[in-house]
C-alpha cells in the first residue's frame, strides 16, 4: 500500500488494501476489514470505480453480519444494490 500511495496509483491502493482486508477478514481479525473495506468504497467513490466499491461493499457488508452488526450493514447492503443498479443501467 506504501508504494501505491506514495505513486499515487489508485487502483492498486484499493487491491492491495482488499487484498489485506481479505487476509484480516479470514484471520478474524475483528473491526480490521470493515476500516479497511470503508477505506476502499472511499476510494473507489472518489476514483468512479464501481465494481471495486460493489466488492469493497460486499465484503464490509459480509464482516460485519458476521459480527452481529446487523444495523450497519443495512445501509451498506443498499447502497451496494444501488451501485449495482447504476452501472447494469449503463
Known amino acids: 500500500m506504501a ?3 506514495r505513486t499515487g496509483d489508485v487502483a492498486l491502493e484499493m487491491l492491495a488494501m482488499a487484498s489485506s482486508s481479505h ?3 479470514w484471520h478474524l481479525e ?7 473495506g470503508l ?3 472511499e476510494i ?3 476514483a468512479d470505480a464501481p465494481q471495486a466499491e460493489i466488492t469493497a461493499l460486499q465484503w464490509t457488508v459480509i464482516t460485519l453480519l458476521g459480527m452481529g452488526r446487523v444495523n450497519e450493514a443495512e445501509p451498506l447492503a443498499l ?3 444501488s ?3 447504476k452501472i447494469r443501467n449503463h
Open 30 to 36: 475483528g473491526q480490521c476489514p470493515v476500516e479497511k
Open 3 to 5: 508504494i501505491a500511495r
Open 23 to 25: 487476509v484480516d477478514y
Open 44 to 46: 473507489a467513490q472518489r
Open 83 to 85: 451501485t449495482v443498479e
Open 39 to 41: 477505506k476502499i468504497i
Open 79 to 81: 447502497a451496494m444494490l
